[in-house]
Structures are given as C-alpha cells and as structure tokens.
C-alpha cells in the first residue's frame, strides 16, 4: 500500500464502520419496535460493527475494487440484519418503516458529519485529516442513503416500493428479489444507477443538509 491508500483507508474507516453499523442496528430496532425479534434473538441488534462486517463485502471486495478501477469504483455491503416479515404486526404497513429506518440514519449521520465539519472549521482546526473524514462522514452516508433507495428488492427502497404497491403488482415485485442484487449490479456497472439515481439524489441530499444546518455556519 502505498502512503496515498493508507491514508484514504485511515480517512474512510470511522465513517464507513459508523454508516453501515448504525444502517443495518437501525432496521433492527425497527423491526423490533413493529413486532418482529428476530435480531434480538440472533445477536444482531447491536452496534458493535463487528457483528454487521462481511469480511468479503466489506473489507475484501471494496478494497480490490479499489486496486483493478484505480479508484474509480468502490462498493461494498454489510451483513443484512435478519427481518421476518411475517412476525411484523402489519406486514405491509410496518415492512416500510424498518425498510426506511437504515437510510433515515444516514441521512441524519451526514447531517451529524456536517454539523462536525462546521465545527472544526469555527474552531480554526486545519488539520487536514479531521477535516476531510468529515467531509468523508457526509460523502459515505448520502451514498449509503441515495443507493439503498433504490426501488428494487432486495434494497431498502425496493421493500418500500413493495409496501407502497397494491397487493398483486407488490408480489409481482417481489418476485425480482432472488435476482434483484445481480439486476443492481448490472445498472451499476453499466453506469444506470449513477447517471440517473445516485448523482441526483446525492445532489438533492448535499443541498437539503446546507439548509438544514445553515442556522449553525
């Protein structure tokens, strides 16, 4: 590795740990909230990010990515948090608030990364690390957000689509989500999701946290 890496590592570390332990808690407390126990009951209602770190999707397949794209592309995920639909109260109904608990912390996250970057700025701190984890802070979570969004299972914004649609399209939907990932895969790659999803969200969500905190610049 060389110093460049390491340091992009070293930056990018407590924001990514921190997006994708509080994502994945989020929808946990979530589904307990609405009846179902099931990460309680298998240990994953925790924010210890060592419960929700995939060693291939978070740590292995993110940094090759890194190395064959020369940086160009990185992806990664955690391990999903265990949801059984079924013990929610109101399936339907409730399968969306646990779907969008683990972007609403996100979104709240690259609020809090903001608001810290504001304050080292205030405070006169220039050193360069801080101030650009920060900046990472923001970056990572409005990706995180903007790309669980996405309305096709089995992403968070998928499940929510599901819960929105009546009942026959909702199954028809459904259906897509043994395929669903590798379907993503293929709009990422082919630059779909990016174009047309990921820059004009996080575009939106980059402007929605400058008034949000603009009482405090």
Do not use: C
Request: hydrophobic share 55%; proline share 7%; glycine share 8%.
């Amino acid at each position: 590795m060389n110093a460049d890496l390491i340091q992009t590592v070293l930056i990018y570390a407590l924001p990514v740990l921190f997006s994708i332990t509080v994502h994945e808690a989020a929808h946990g407390y979530a589904a307990r909230h609405f009846g179902d126990n099931t990460a309680a009951m298998l240990g994953r209602l925790t924010l210890n990010p060592l419960k929700h770190i995939d060693p291939i999707g978070t740590i292995l397949m993110p940094l090759m990515l890194y190395f064959m794209t020369s940086g160009a592309f990185v992806f990664g995920y955690a391990k999903p948090v265990p949801v059984a639909f079924g013990n929610l109260r109101n399936p339907k109904r409730d399968m969306i608030w646990v779907a969008l608990a683990g972007p609403a912390t996100n979104f709240v996250q690259a609020l809090l990364w903001a608001l810290v970057y504001g304050i080292l700025v205030a405070s006169g701190v220039d050193e360069r690390f801080f101030l650009k984890m920060a900046q990472a802070g923001v970056l990572v979570n409005l990706v995180m957000w903007a790309f669980n969004l996405f309305p096709l299972p089995p992403l968070d914004g998928g499940r929510v689509l599901v819960g929105l649609l009546p009942y026959k399209q909702a199954v028809a939907v459904s259906k897509i989500e043994p395929y669903g990932f590798f379907i993503v895969m293929g709009l990422v790659i082919a630059g779909v999701v990016s174009t047309f999803w990921m820059r004009p969200l996080i575009s939106l969500g980059y402007a929605v946290v400058s008034v949000v905190l603009m009482p405090f610049s």
